[in-house]
């Protein structure tokens, strides 16, 4: 599909990660992988269906979104899964069809149980955000939860030893999600992103000036930015945009 | 006179061409115009050719007197308005009341492509609206084509007389007239050779796949791909954002030079003086333009019944600068 899902295949996916799909031909190659790697891990690899929603890829059990609400103590399927002899548990989740049959609130619920889940529990979680859809409609969602690892067509944005990585492409088509996703760290940060641009293989105009206005602004009441290994085309477009970026560094950020 | 354009007590931009047929004329101009920025403390720098450069400094021998190697100089207008708008802040910052700059603005006859220099010698009287500037722009008329010197006099509200007067000039038309009805430019010669690329509506992601596609086909320790990749991209993203579809985009290769046209059937940036200058905002599409300016070799608009083409050039370093 892209550049960015090529290198995914070469990185241990997030184990709640977000994917933002796109109206494309192609569209479903990651989400396919992602069940084939579940498969192949042993995993138990559940999906949440809808009345009206997409079918389940093969192999995979359907549960309702309510089995994931916090209320319902989502853990129990992780331990139903091994007591069947799975090496651990893989969600697929659609957003578009949860909030559609219950709300933006209810999905955020669900997304926060399942970062608990995942961190305390063999478990994996992927959740598809449609573009047009959720994935625009409620792209602050896609953002906040899937710091981990949120992927576009075109782009990855992940949190990875104290940085965010923004790996592959970044132009008009995405833009939306580069800013969200620089907002969302910026407000939930103490004092400082960081942000790693050593994979980042292209930076439009536009988003070149989001960033120098993010990078520029230090005293907004959000955590400042630091930029962090800028390729030197990178850095080339951040220069033009009024940002020089001082020569390469590899050093790892202040702790 | 030109003392009435200074505004009073508030300087303002004079933007005056000299054209000049022997090194007398040319002296004769200058001269008094140097000694008596000099005479005032003001700041005076002259960006002109080695032998020029050589008369002037024989001729008026002042140590304030600043040479700036044109070699040195931006080779884009975009690049060239920044850094002397930047200049000219820094020396009112300093408490200049006045700058003197004599340059030179290239053209075929100095080995450069004219058409968005034009642009840029339209844009200059908007853009220092309010700078103390006295800029005079110097052609000699024994390498200036006829079009250019056309040009020139269209674009400059005051002109040199030969005994160094300065005189308003009545064929002076105001920027957005004089580039609202620019005759499309000439294309290319390479445009007139079989396109390596044709796409049709591409996205972005298609246009920087092309252009990629092209180091395949050049030197690419002669070209910076990667400048082709962000003008031709930020070129396809405008003419998705504010063009009208279809739009296509092909590209040339030679081994000294790339050429890009992106056309749609809109009728183009409405700020004539789109490219030359910044603007903010992420779906202006202005800085993208901006931006192109300064990576490319040559750029020129061209609005016509069948739609806009903004058609981009890049020549091996060395070519064409």
């Not at chain 2, 403390?41 to 024989?58: E, K, S």
């Not at chain 2, 920027?175 to 049709?200: E, I, M, N, W, Y």
């Amino acid at each position: 599909v892209s550049t960015t899902a090529t290198d995914a295949t070469h990185r241990a996916p997030a184990r709640h990660a977000g994917f933002l799909r796109p109206a494309h031909p192609r569209r479903d190659v990651p989400i396919d992988s992602w069940s084939r790697s579940a498969l192949e891990r042993g995993h138990k690899l559940l999906s949440i269906s809808t009345p009206t929603g997409s079918p389940a890829p093969s192999g995979t059990s359907v549960l309702s979104p309510n089995d994931l609400h916090p209320s319902s103590a989502p853990a129990d399927l992780v331990r139903a899964a091994l007591d069947e002899g799975f090496t651990g548990l893989s969600i697929l989740i659609r957003a578009d069809e949860v909030i559609a049959v219950t709300s933006a609130d209810f999905h955020a619920a669900v997304e926060s149980a399942l970062t608990a889940l995942c961190a305390e529990h063999p478990a994996r979680v992927l959740c598809v955000y449609d573009r047009p859809g959720a994935g625009t409609e409620h792209l602050g969602l896609a953002v906040t939860h899937h710091r981990g690892e949120l992927q576009e067509q075109l782009l990855t944005i992940r949190d990875a030893e104290d940085r965010t990585h923004v790996d592959g492409e970044v132009d008009v088509t995405n833009l939306d999600v580069f800013a969200a996703a620089l907002r969302t760290r910026r407000t939930l940060a103490d004092d400082i992103v960081h942000l790693d641009m050593s994979g980042t293989a292209f930076l439009s105009a536009g988003a070149a000036d989001a960033l120098v206005r993010h990078v520029m602004t230090p005293h907004d009441g959000l955590a400042r930015v630091q930029l962090h290994n800028p390729p030197r085309h990178i850095r080339r477009v951040l220069g033009l945009a009024g940002l020089p970026i001082p020569a390469e560094e590899r050093a790892p950020p202040e702790r | 006179m030109v003392a009435e354009a200074l505004g009073g007590s508030r300087p303002d931009h004079i933007h005056q061409a000299l054209f000049y047929s022997s090194d007398e004329e040319f002296l004769a101009a200058l001269v008094p115009f140097l000694e008596e920025g000099l005479g005032a403390a003001q700041p005076t720098i002259v960006v002109v050719n080695d032998r020029a450069a050589t008369l002037l400094r024989a001729a008026v021998g002042h140590p304030e007197l600043v040479f700036l190697d044109p070699r040195e100089r931006r080779h884009d207008p975009a690049s060239a308005i920044r850094v002397k708008q930047e200049m000219v802040t820094k020396h009112v910052a300093n408490g200049a009341q006045r700058i003197r700059v004599v340059g030179e603005t290239p053209h075929p006859g100095l080995g450069a492509p004219w058409e968005w220099w034009a642009r840029y010698e339209a844009a200059v009287n908007h853009v220092y609206v309010g700078f103390p500037l006295w800029n005079i722009c110097s052609y000699d008329l024994r390498i200036t084509p006829s079009s250019v010197i056309d040009d020139v006099t269209r674009t400059h509200p005051w002109l040199s007389g030969s005994d160094g007067s300065h005189v308003m000039n009545p064929r002076y038309e105001e920027p957005s007239r004089f580039l609202s009805r620019r005759a499309a430019p000439v294309a290319d010669p390479l445009q007139g050779t079989s396109q390596v690329v044709d796409l049709h509506d591409p996205t972005p992601a298609d246009a920087r796949e092309a252009a990629r596609s092209l180091e395949n086909m050049v030197s690419t320790a002669a070209f910076d791909i990667d400048d082709v990749v962000l003008a031709v991209s930020e070129a396809v993203t405008n003419a998705l954002m504010h063009g009208v579809r279809p739009v296509v985009m092909r590209l040339w290769a030679a081994r000294e030079r790339i050429v890009a046209a992106i056309s749609d059937h809109g009728s183009g940036p409405p700020d004539p003086f789109a490219g030359l200058l910044p603007t903010q905002g992420s779906d202006s599409g202005g800085l993208g333009l901006w931006m192109a300016h300064q990576v490319c070799d040559h750029i020129t608009l061209a609005t016509t019944q069948d739609g806009f083409t903004i058609t981009l050039r890049f020549d091996m370093p060395g070519r064409g600068r």
